[in-house]
């Protein structure tokens, strides 16, 4: 039951951006709890502390986004690297820069994932490289016979 549990976790976790996703998700929560913290943590305080939950929140919410909708991770990614930059200079250094730096590791490892393919069987493998050697051997046989000269058209009537 366990090892079937950790089987399907594994499966979900590698069919998707999951370590961006995280990164978003740690970076949006770090930068939204920041406004809430003591005064004597806070470097800003008040209405100015409304951009810091709000960022924090769409950042969730595009980790979320490329968790549970793969497709969408490259608009995803990008958004939360513009988001993560633009927390630096709206909420409090973005999050004491841990915020900022997670959502552009984040934002990047959902951008560069690229979903796996499919594991192929030996047998296909060896019918792919069979068909490769006959096409480089139809490849060789035409390249050894030239092909034959065409005639050349001037369409100024010269002769060659």
Known sequence: MLLN???RWRRWRR?????????????????????????KIMLQQGVAGI????????????????????????????????????????????GFLIGTLLGILGGGLMFAWQPHAARRSAKADEAEKADMADEAGKAESAVAAPPPPTPHHDPQGAQP
């Open 5 to 7: 549990l950790l089987r």
């Open 15 to 39: 069919s998707r951006p999951f370590w961006g996703g995280l990164f978003a998700v740690l970076a949006g929560s770090w930068i939204c709890v920041l406004p809430l913290a003591p005064l």
């Open 51 to 94: 951009p810091s939950v709000l960022m924090g929140i769409v950042m969730i919410v595009l980790g979320l986004t490329a968790w549970f909708s793969p497709p969408q991770r490259s608009l995803a990614g990008v958004l939360t690297t513009l988001i993560a930059t633009a927390a630096l200079v709206l909420s409090n250094l973005g």
